[in-house]
């Protein structure tokens, strides 16, 4: 029985960092819902709890009564998660005089307690709330503080409970990978037996049991998921595996043929459908990006389903859907903050079960998977690359003359990237073409054509980026090589947005 840490989620922003970090720690964790933890699941051992974007005394606050997790688990309490423990208790929790936001240090630890061992006073915290816990309720003891926050931390008194109201599992806290491997290897005392291997094993007989001698169709995409997943379904079951590729028409430049090499170089059964004519029809004229996304994910389940169907017996539907996909879907709050054509409509109009084998990753971890797995490093080291493809690139309506300047534009981008060694050095790269023309001049002629954004961040997990810091020298050799080479564009931009607030695609 696999081991785990689970992470109830009060809706913060960093909720998949926290998880992150836990999984860096060979810890296999889950993030469910804050009110719906797993009473009865005995391969549990330790929780944690998030923040929230509310103050606990708000109205619409997320409640949920601690007693029974508190007396059989560990628990460690981050922000909203440590003030909603205090608060519940009896402890008072009100708005801080000012916002407490950004860096801090520790200036006193409690000598000996075992979250903060090994970690000296001066250490950087990284805070963010506009509450502060102002008297701490009895049995609870402050472990922690900073010059402005008297009870940073503290332990409860009688049972392994601690509450923080920095977040370790951001990168600006210094000690914050060290407070957490505290919590989980010293205090939740985890084997830290969680990598690729162990997944690889554990999956693959899970998925021999799961699906029999039964056939599967899978829906590959070019990208590193469902790649991957291919790859893991093809050990597990050969030939009962088939793989559909739909080229919807807004796939990078030569991709198709590409990716389609090297499936057939990994063994796997691939149908290779050129579906691009359908899709420029239906999307002739539709400018809003989440009709694009709805239209190309109705499109994927149309030409997919018609595809499948040529096959006999088939019973399972395999999709690449990693653990991002399923949190940032939906939001604990219900607010679509984006979505993804993998993770919905397939399953109910095929009538089919449903088998998603990497769901419990994120998407480093896929990579790792796929490298134990054995695969080519040109599939698992690419950029994640939106399910929509080039549509959402383009902003504004999708006719192929915009898909072809924006490939064309994207793959001086990429190739440059790697002909420079900076590719792997960034998470995610590409171009966007404006619904802007500039004025320019060529020659002895004056332009007015269009304008492009080059768009490239620094990432571990795709939850927060960096835009990346390029060399000047590479940025004006791709700049020039685009105008000049690419017709109809006459002026390239660079996106130096963070997420957040950005996101890092455009739509």
Not at 456 to 474: C, N
Request: glycine share 8%; charged share 25%.
């Amino acid at each position: 029985m696999q081991e785990k840490i689970i992470i109830l989620d009060f809706g913060s922003q960093t909720t998949q960092l926290i998880g992150r970090r836990v999984r860096e720690l060979n810890t296999y964790c889950e993030i469910l819902p804050y009110n719906k933890f797993p009473f009865g699941d005995e391969s549990v051992i330790g929780v944690i709890l998030s923040g929230s974007p509310f103050s606990v005394y708000d109205e619409k606050a997320f409640k949920v009564d601690l007693t029974e997790i508190r007396k059989h688990f560990p628990v460690l309490g981050i922000c909203y998660g440590a003030q909603f423990m205090a608060f519940s208790s009896g402890g008072s929790v009100e708005p801080a005089p000012s916002r407490e936001y950004g860096r801090a240090h520790l200036s006193w630890i409690a000598p000996e307690d075992p979250l903060f061992k090994g970690i000296e006073v001066g250490s950087q915290v990284w805070m963010s709330h506009g509450d502060t816990i102002t008297s701490v309720p009895a049995g609870f003891v402050t472990v922690a503080s900073t010059d402005s926050v008297t009870n940073a931390a503290y332990k409860i008194e009688g049972e392994p409970t601690w509450g923080v109201q920095f977040h370790p599992e951001v990168y600006h806290s210094t000690d914050g990978v060290k407070l957490l491997s505290n919590f989980v290897k010293d205090i939740c005392h985890s084997k830290c037996d969680w990598d690729a291997e162990s997944f690889i094993e554990t999956t693959v007989a899970a998925l021999r049991e799961q699906l029999g001698d039964d056939k599967v169709v899978l829906g590959l995409s070019g990208g590193v998921d469902s790649s991957v997943a291919a790859v893991l379904l093809n050990r597990a079951i050969g030939k009962n595996l088939t793989c559909i590729f739909v080229d919807h028409g807004m796939l990078r430049k030569n991709e198709f043929n590409d990716v389609m090499r090297d499936y057939e170089g990994l063994g796997l059964n691939v149908i290779g459908v050129d579906a691009s004519k359908k899709f420029f029809s239906e999307l002739a004229g539709v400018t809003d990006p989440e009709k694009k996304r709805k239209i190309i994910g109705k499109g994927f389940v149309d030409v997919f389903d018609e595809e499948a169907h040529k096959l006999t017996d088939v019973k399972w539907l395999a999709q690449g859907t990693i653990y991002p996909d399923c949190i940032e879907s939906l939001s604990i709050t219900g607010t679509t903050i984006k979505s993804h054509h993998n993770v919905g409509g397939l399953p109910e109009k095929m009538n089919l079960k449903l088998c998603e084998p990497l769901r419990l990753l994120f998407k480093d971890e896929v990579r790792a998977v796929g490298r134990q797995l054995g695969m080519p490093e040109r599939l698992i080291s690419r950029h994640p690359f939106p399910g929509p493809g080039l549509a959402v690139r383009i902003l504004g309506d999708i006719t192929p003359e915009k898909v072809a300047v924006l490939q064309e534009a994207d793959a001086i981008f990429i190739n440059g990237l790697r002909e420079w060694g900076l590719y792997d050095k960034v998470w995610q790269a590409g171009v966007i073409l404006l619904p802007v023309q500039s004025v320019g001049v060529m020659g002895d002629e004056r332009t007015y054509e269009r304008a492009v954004a080059l768009r490239a961040v620094t990432s571990t997990d795709a939850m927060t980026a960096d835009w990346a810091h390029l060399p000047y020298d590479f940025m004006a050799k791709v700049s020039n090589d685009i105008i000049n080479k690419v017709r109809g564009v006459n002026r390239v931009c660079y996106d130096i947005s963070s997420k957040p607030p950005a996101t890092i695609e455009w739509e």
